[in-house]
Structures are given as structure tokens and as C-alpha cells.
């Protein structure tokens, strides 16, 4: 069973562009969430969708957005990059029940110069 | 105000030794509440979870919740060189859909 896949793995950008990141779900997940990882802050939720619909959303800037397709596949933007966004950014999915267990991607990485 | 506190560490212990992580968190609303181990350069993966007070054992691993005191800790027995990791404790209000996770412990098990 393929686990959860992310690309693209690495990434450069320089400021003020905007970059796109996809997810993959296993098989079957409907829920997919995404965290922001970096040294000082550490993990930090960003958002989840389900069924395509936003479920829940963490406290970043309007320049983070998301969506999921129809077959669950996700993708997240970053608009106005700034320096600071450099960052693992993971991706986890589900079924999408409280209980069920979330499983990572290997993640993106992404550095903004 | 952060809502969930981990000692960052490294906390350091000899094979075959118990090693204590510890977790405490902000909101009382909390209903779920998770262990994740994250090896070096990879993705955090599920140890435990665990919903109500009390303890819970899997295999060489407990985790034990207390509400009341808004703390919840792991316990790792006969701990191994491939332990050697950093350990995120997550709550969340809802479900496993949306975690807070805390900076982690890093836990260095030395042979």
C-alpha cells in the first residue's frame, strides 16, 4: 500500500514568488492536513480538508491556501513568499474519523532566498 | 502562550534504562492526545494516542494522561540506541485531524 507522497521533495524559490506543493492520500484517505515545520516554531498546524471542503484551518496568513480534489489529492500555495516560509512543510491523511491515525509524508522541503 | 510544553532536552539515558517524557498543555477543552516519534530527516510517526486519564501500554511504550493536571507523559522501558529520536506530544480539541504539537524532546539512548 503506497504511503502518503509529496512533491516536489525540494525546492527554491526567491521572495515574492508563490509556490504550489501537492499530497497524495493513501488510498481510500479523504482527509488531508497540512503542518508547517521549522526549527523555532516547530510543528504547526496549517489546514485540513475533507471531501474537499476546509474542515479545519490553523492560524497562518491568507497568503497560505489550500484545496482537495475530488480524489482526494490535495494541494497547497504560498503566495508573497517570504523568508520565513522557508520550512518542511508535511502533509498527513486519514479517513478523516477523531480517531483515525494520520500518517505523514516524507515532506517538502523549501527555502526561500 | 503556547498551548502544548515539552522539555526540548536532549534528555539522555543508558540502554536499557526508562526514559520519561513529559508534556503539558494549555486547554482544558483538549479530548485527544498523542505520541510521535521523528527520527533525523524524516516524517513524524504515531506511538500512541490516548483519550482518557489514565494509562495506556503498548508493547515497550506507556502513556499516561492526567486532565485534571493538563499532563500527559511517555514512558519508553528498555530503552534502545534506536530510540534515539525526538518525541512530539500533540493535543488536539477535536480529533486527529488537526494537532497542536509541542517543540518536542530529543531522547538520546546511549549504549
Known amino acids: 500500500k503506497a504511503g502518503v507522497t509529496q512533491t516536489p521533495r525540494y525546492l527554491i524559490k526567491t521572495r515574492g514568488q508563490q509556490v504550489t506543493l501537492s499530497c497524495s492520500p493513501i488510498?481510500?484517505?479523504?482527509?488531508v492536513s497540512w503542518y508547517q515545520q521549522t526549527p523555532g516554531q516547530g510543528l504547526q498546524f496549517l489546514f485540513e480538508?475533507?471531501?474537499?471542503?476546509?474542515?479545519n484551518k490553523g492560524n497562518f496568513p491568507g497568503r497560505f491556501s489550500g484545496r482537495q480534489f475530488s480524489n482526494s489529492r490535495s494541494e497547497m500555495n504560498v503566495s508573497t513568499l517570504e523568508l520565513g516560509d522557508s520550512a518542511l512543510y508535511l502533509c498527513a491523511s486519514s479517513l478523516g474519523g477523531a480517531r483515525d491515525t494520520i500518517y505523514f509524508g516524507e515532506g517538502s522541503w523549501l527555502t526561500v532566498v | 502562550q503556547k498551548e502544548v510544553e515539552q522539555n526540548s532536552g536532549p534528555l539522555s539515558v543508558p540502554e536499557g534504562a526508562i526514559a520519561s517524557l513529559n508534556c503539558t498543555y494549555s486547554d482544558r477543552g483538549s479530548q485527544s492526545f498523542f505520541w510521535y516519534r521523528q527520527y533525523s530527516g524524516k516524517s513524524p510517526e504515531l506511538i500512541m494516542s490516548?483519550?482518557?486519564?489514565g494509562d495506556k501500554e503498548d508493547g515497550r511504550f506507556t502513556a499516561q494522561l492526567n486532565k485534571a493536571s493538563q499532563y500527559v507523559s511517555l514512558l519508553i522501558r528498555d530503552s534502545q540506541p534506536s530510540d534515539s529520536a525526538t518525541y512530539l506530544c500533540a493535543v488536539s480539541l477535536t480529533g486527529a485531524n488537526n494537532l497542536f504539537f509541542g517543540t518536542g524532546t530529543r531522547l538520546t539512548v546511549i549504549p
Open positions: 480538508y475533507f471531501s474537499e471542503t476546509q474542515r
Open positions: 488510498s481510500g484517505h479523504r482527509s
Open positions: 490516548i483519550y482518557s486519564n
